[in-house]
């Protein structure tokens, strides 16, 4: 029995070992994430140092016909374009920002910060009629009559402007030329009766120095005129000239809404350009002389902002350097040679005006944040 039982024993198969369980599959190592877009650099404007009073500043100034507020702050402050950072807003007086004839300008200290404060020097004008009355007699921040003819013309013109603006063809007797009192036939718009035109004439290119971008033409004004015969051709009747018009000068409405006081004060971005023009096409450059800039507002430029201006280091030839067969060429450094102020703005130009010449000031000197 036993050896049967041992045979059948060693007949059956042998029990099957439990399948072991299947290793978990090896996790994925999380994907780190992915690290945030960069943001795009903004420029933080470095901190604007206190503004330094002029060693010579008066304790009070009476204002006087014909100051402007430049020159106001130049007898209180070295940098005259900080007048926005000390000036103190009486709510008690109506229009606080507007300075007058007979007002006084004191310098004190508030919380021991100098300030300055304004003494409306004629009461009268707080009524409503004699302000409105005043406004025009307000002071200007630089001399309004010599910007003011960049302000109200057209002094920037573009291929598509000159292309499309109507013109003057010719006159009655067939001149070539033609004065203030004449009437001269006029194509290419639509003209209404009594219409007012600004008369220009295409100037130099305007051409930046950077890459050689054709950037506008200058305009220049040559005078008014008024249509006093509507038709095609129509008739324009010449106010005024500053210079004798021609056939082919061209006509473009008269702007009167313009600015006429200005807040000095430094550019809140990084501004480097160039001098590329100067109104009249002098050589040199001096005190309120107006000239065109390379940089506009799509660069960060507006009206009111403050430039320095720096001459141009000049290439000189070193005749006595030592050791070298041929003399080796050096590139003088920059000069500080003024400061200017712009008072229009295209996207790619500005018009600024010299607000102080240190030194010879010519086209291409260089600007930038003072």
């Known amino acids: 029995m036993a050896s049967v039982l041992l045979a059948a024993c060693a007949s059956s ?35 604007k140092p206190a503004p330094r009073l002029n060693p010579a500043h008066p304790d009070r100034y009476v204002v006087v016909k014909g100051d402007t507020l430049w020159d106001i702050s130049a007898m209180f402050l070295k940098d005259p374009w900080y007048w926005p950072e000390i000036w103190y807003a009486n709510p008690q007086i109506a229009n606080p920002h507007l ?135 129509a008739t324009l009747f010449l106010n005024a000239t500053q210079r004798e018009a021609t056939n082919g000068d061209i006509l473009l409405p008269v702007v009167n809404d313009f600015p006429l006081y200005f807040t000095p004060r430094s550019p809140d971005k990084p501004i480097e350009g160039s001098i590329i023009a100067v109104f009249d096409g002098v050589s040199i450059i001096g005190q309120y002389q107006i000239v065109t800039l390379n940089r506009g507002s799509k660069d960060g430029l507006d009206q009111g902002h403050v430039l320095a201006v720096y001459q141009a280091g000049r290439t000189e030839v070193d005749r006595f350097s030592k050791g070298i067969m041929f003399k080796e060429k050096v590139q003088l450094p920059e000069e500080y040679a003024g400061l200017m102020m712009v008072f229009k703005t295209f996207d790619e130009i500005s018009y600024g005006l010299i607000v102080r010449a240190e030194s010879t000031i010519s086209v291409l000197d260089m600007v930038r944040n003072p």
């Open 13 to 47: 198969p042998p029990a099957e070992k439990p399948a072991e369980p299947a290793p978990a599959p090896i996790a994925a190592a999380p994907k780190p994430a992915a690290a945030p877009a960069a943001a795009a650099p903004t420029y933080q404007a470095p901190a």
């Open 99 to 233: 300075i007058y004839p007979g007002d006084v300008i004191s310098l004190v200290y508030i919380d021991g910060q100098p300030r300055l404060v304004l003494e409306r020097g004629n009461t009268e004008r707080l009524s409503p009629r004699i302000r409105a009355e005043g406004l025009d007699q307000a002071i200007q921040t630089i001399p309004l009559e010599i910007v003011k003819p960049f302000l109200s013309k057209p002094t920037v013109l573009d291929k598509d402007t000159i292309e499309n603006a109507p013109y003057i063809m010719t006159s009655r007797q067939g001149h070539l030329v033609h004065g203030a009192g004449t009437e001269v036939y006029v194509r290419g718009g639509e003209f209404a009766d009594q219409q007012l035109y600004s008369v220009m004439r295409v100037g130099e290119k305007l051409v930046d120095p950077d890459n050689g971008d054709v950037l506008g033409y200058q305009g220049i004004y040559v005078g008014e005129g008024t249509i006093v015969r509507t038709g095609d051709p």
